[in-house]
């Protein structure tokens, strides 16, 4: 008999023990809070960003929160590949967070932006704005851009997406690899 209310308080020990060890909760999935506000949640979302009918970039997400009667779309894991008026593919950018606006089909990028070009051009920033209209990428935050043998670093630019022309708003610095001021066929 003295037996029984020994394992039935080792037991109760043992129960209690489990319940404050964290190993044996069930684990609990990342949960944004966009998604208890939002109008509608999509996975795998995937934007056309046209002008004038004519596909200048492909937004994609791993997941969009809508708001605004589905005109806004705040967005999770960015992906977006620039197009040229010719259907080339120009650029891909990827970025943590972002936004897109279908009235006037806007796109903005938040948070480890980098943007690679199809000539090897890298720029990272920190946030973005894409407008297809004017076929221009743009930030007012400091960004890297760099090349084989070349680096570009300021506060604010605006470039097309393949990054052939850039003009730095402010604080313009880099470096270049080797260069020649010898006429070609002299050296």
């Given at each position: 008999m ?15 023990s489990a ?7 069930p ?49 999770e ?7 040229s008026a ?5 650029a ?38 894409y ?8 930030s007012d ?6 090349e ?6 300021g ?31 002299t050296?």
């Amino acid at each position: 008999m003295t037996s029984r209310p020994f394992f039935a308080a080792a037991a109760l020990l043992v129960a209690v023990s489990a319940c404050n060890n964290s190993k044996t909760r069930p684990p609990t999935g990342a949960h944004s809070a966009l998604a208890d506000s939002a109008d509608q949640v999509m996975f795998t979302a995937r934007f056309n960003l046209t002008d004038h009918g004519l596909m200048r970039a492909q937004l994609q997400a791993e997941r969009a929160y809508f708001f605004d009667e589905s005109t806004r779309a705040e967005l999770e894991t960015v992906s977006t590949t620039f197009f040229s008026a010719g259907g080339e593919k120009e650029a891909l950018l990827t970025a943590k967070r972002g936004s897109y606006n279908s009235r006037g089909g806007s796109m903005v990028a938040r948070g480890d932006v980098v943007v690679i070009s199809e000539t090897g051009r890298r720029l990272t920033t920190q946030e973005l704005r894409y407008d297809p209209a004017l076929n221009e990428v743009a930030s007012d935050s400091a960004f890297v851009l760099t090349e084989p043998g070349r680096k570009l670093q300021g506060v604010g630019f605006r470039a097309d997406p393949n990054m052939n022309n850039v003009r730095v708003l402010k604080g313009a610095r880099g470096s270049a690899g080797e260069t020649s001021t010898a006429p070609p066929g002299t050296q």
